[in-house]
């Protein structure tokens, strides 16, 4: 599943990385949010690694990044086995989406708290293995892509949706950085 080449801009505009700006979801968004994943969320299902995949094929430092991780906990030269790649790979794509469903389930019982603890972790954890700020966008606009795309086939998507997950995955994205 791919999403639309505009994606990377759209995101990129509305929220840049500069981590001045913090992105807020209101009450509103919060609830569409919510409505929307349980509409989209068990279709979201196996879609990481999709997400995952659409940025290495553009960004092939991420791809690098990924094999060097694995070297670095491996002892296999200069290249990862292709069954821990492959398995590193869907783990963190199934990963993706299992943060997307707990921090859904942290907005549903309204655990403010809970949410800030999630993604400071998630920020400090992005920090400890180095990933580079620059790739945020990258992941963002893929996330966002196919969660519209999903939400469209669902026939459940618009501009309010779009501009809740927008601000949603922003916030991700700016935990990371700031706390990364």
């Given amino acids: 599943m791919g999403c ?7 995101f990129e505009t509305l929220y840049p990385m500069d981590g001045n700006y913090q992105p807020r979801l ?19 299902q196996g879609l990481g690694y999709d997400i995952i995949f659409q940025a290495m094929e553009e960004k092939p430092e991420i791809r690098d990044f990924f094999n060097n991780y694995l070297l670095k906990k491996s002892e296999h030269g200069s290249e990862a ?7 590193l790979i869907r783990s963190h ?28 972790e998630l920020g400090h954890f992005h920090k400890q293995i180095s990933i580079h700020k620059e790739w945020l966008p990258i992941f963002g606009a ?22 809740a ?4 995955i922003a916030l991700i994205a700016w935990y990371i950085k700031t706390h990364g």
């Fill in 4 to 10: 639309e080449s505009s994606t990377l801009g759209s």
């Fill in 26 to 44: 209101d009450k509103h968004q919060i609830h569409v949010i919510l409505v929307t994943w349980e509409h989209i969320g068990s279709s979201m």
């Fill in 81 to 87: 086995d292709p069954e821990e790649y492959d398995f």
């Fill in 93 to 120: 794509g199934s990963g993706f989406v299992k943060l997307l469903d707990r921090l859904v389930q942290l907005l549903l019982n309204a655990d403010v708290t809970g949410v800030h603890k999630e993604l400071t």
């Fill in 142 to 163: 893929y996330l966002l892509g196919t969660i519209r795309l999903v939400g469209q086939k669902e026939n459940f998507w618009n501009g309010q949706t779009e501009l």
């Fill in 165 to 168: 997950w927008n601000n949603f």
